[in-house]
Each structure stands twice: as C-alpha cells, then as structure tokens.
C-alpha cells in the first residue's frame, strides 16, 4: 500500500493559512490533521483525541526521550507537541496528514520528513498584508511595522519550501493546494510498490 | 514572467499515450504541442508549421552543427527532428509544451533538459495491456510476446520518470496529468521571480 503524504503548510501570519487548511480538510475529509499533544488538564466540553491528545508529563517526557515529537515546548508549566507517532500511523496507513505550522517549525519538521509536501502560503502583496493587518484596525503603527518585518522574514525562508500557493482566494488557493497533492502522489518514488506489481509472479504467469 | 513547463508523455506502446495526448491538448488549447522538422517535401494538403516544420537540408544540417534538435533521424533519405529551437521559443514565452516521445528519446530529452516534467504512463496491468494488443486481432502469438517483452522493458525504463500515470480511464489519466502540470508551475524554483517581487522597491516603499 502507497505510504500517505505528510502536508505541511506555512505562511506568513495573516496570510490566511488557518482559513485555508480549513476548506482543504472539509473538501477532503480523509485527511488526518494533525492534533497536538498536551499535558495540561481537558477543559470543560474538550475531548481527548478532538482538540488535543491529554497525556500524562511521564508519557509526555518518556516521548521526548524516544524522539516521538516532530517539536514541543513548555508554556506556563504544560507540555505541549506535534507527536509524530500519531502522524506516522495515519502515514503508514495510507492515510495523508495535514499538518500547520510555523516557518521556524517546519525547517525542523523538513530534517525529519524529507519526503513530506512543503507548501508555503503568499499573501498576494506585501501592501495587500499590510492592509489586511491594518484593517483589524487592533495594531498601532509600530506594531504593524513590526508584524510586516517578520512577514518578510518569513517569506524569505518560503524559498526552502517545494511550492508556494499564492492566496489571492480561498478557493483558488485550496485548489492548487489539492493538485499538488495529486500529482505528489504520483510520483515515481512513491509508487515502487506498482511498478513491482508489475513485475510480480502473477502477471508474469498470466502474460505467457 | 514564468516560464513554460516542457511536458514530456512517454508509456509503452498500447498505453494510449496518443488518446490522452490529444484529449489533454483539448482541454488545455493554450499549451505548444511540439511539431517535428522534416526536409522532405510536403503532400498536397499539409502546412507548414501544422503537420510538420519544412525545412531545407542545408537549414537542417546547420541547426544539428549548432545542437538544435533535441533528437533526429535520418529515414529514407529525409531528415526528421524534435527542434528545440521551437521548444525554448514557446516556453520563454511562457508556454507550457507538451512532446509525445518514446522511452529512448525521453532519456536524452532528461539530460538536455533536466527541469523538464517527466510523465510515464502505465497500462492498468500488463494483462489489460495483452488483451488490449490481443483484441486488435492484428498480431501472430509470436509478435504479440515479442511486444510485451519489449513492455515490460519500457515499463522498467520507466521509473527514471518523475510521475507515473495509470491510464486505466481516459478522463481520469488526463485529470491527473493536469494535476501534476498545476504543481509543477506552483514549485518554489519556478517562482523565483514572484518571491523577488515581494522585496521589489516598489513594495517596500508602500508597505511603509
């Protein structure tokens, strides 16, 4: 069975990203995206397996220690993580994971999983951000400043991505978005099982 | 302005290669389809530039001098060749271009260009291939092991290709393949430019 494909998507805050993985996943509701987990408490209505994974500091630590998180950090005392062992199970299921994350994170997820998607998310222009931020109207001026320098930056460390999606529309962006996981998936390297199939007793018998 | 993507389909013969050639190229009209040169002379109906580029000997033999064909041959007394010249002028234009070519010339298309979308494709099964030669009723028990020997020789060619398609329905190779010509354009070293743009003078003074 063909391996799942990790996706993981980035981009500048304000780009989107959150809007667009969501219409991604409710047009292609047999992605697993990915849940972190935690070791603070479930609040009231949470779900273990809904908004995080609730587990213990002792497993949490034990999963350090084996290497089972893509990345974690503690904050204000809770434990918090991308595991890995929940995403490799959904993979080796043939299942593909949606995964989003920061661009400091993703250069780390990258040394990881060299074969996962890596698509970065573009506003359509610096001064098209820049208008989105400032029309929240919730940032002063230095603020904004400070946000487009960071988007900058950000964008600069797009170039290590594999592809970058503009995100003029939701749709459009979502549509793209699909197609490079069709053709991902077509990809020799991750089709060898076929090939092989080819070449299997069976057919070979039968071909004669 | 980005340029075009050269998209090559190669599949063993009785893949249908030509079938979703000709339906790819009618859904997308704005993509070249790669004419041949010739020096022979043209029949009484054909036009130069649609069936093939006529061209003089001398012309010919100076584009091979100066590394122009991508591949030719010479059969009875005329020459025929896949004129790079053309390619390169469509797709600086920003034209995607698509070549139909067996495994052999695809191999040497690889090295000449290596940025170049490499698609192969499949029978649904060599089975399915078998039949398919079979039901053409054309072709001796002899003749018919002889072309699935040299198959599943192509086949094996194959995985030096960067996509495999199974052409197991017409409409549906062809979805893919447009899948995987939407990602090629969206990679992050084919958009340089559009990451360029974001630092351009002109953005930066505006987003101040």
Same sequence: chains 1, 2.
Avoid: W
Wanted: with cysteine; glycine share 8%; aromatic share 10%.
């Amino acid at each position: 069975m063909q391996k799942g494909l990790l996706i993981l998507i980035s981009g500048a805050s304000g780009t989107g990203k959150g809007t667009v993985c969501k219409k991604f996943l409710s047009e292609m509701p047999e992605t697993y995206y990915s849940i972190s987990a935690t070791t603070r408490q479930p609040r009231e209505g949470e779900t273990d397996g809904v908004e995080y994974f609730f587990i213990t500091v002792e497993e949490f630590k034990k999963k350090i220690a084996e290497g089972k998180f893509l990345e974690y950090a503690e904050v204000y005392g809770n434990f918090y993580g991308t595991p890995l062992y929940k995403i490799e199970e959904h993979l080796n299921r043939g299942e593909n994971v949606l995964l989003e994350i920061d661009t400091q994170g993703a250069l780390n997820v990258m040394k990881k999983i060299p074969d996962g998607v890596y698509i970065f998310l573009l506003p359509p222009s610096l001064e098209e951000l820049y208008n989105r931020i400032k029309n929240r109207g919730t940032e002063s001026e230095e603020d904004l400043r400070r946000r487009l320098d960071s988007a900058r930056q950000e964008i600069e460390v797009g170039k290590k991505y594999q592809y970058a999606v503009i995100n003029d529309s939701v749709d459009l962006a979502v549509e793209k978005i699909k197609s490079i996981v069709a053709a991902e998936s077509l990809k020799v390297e991750r089709q060898l099982e076929l090939f092989q199939n080819f070449f299997s007793k069976r057919g070979a018998l039968r071909c004669q």
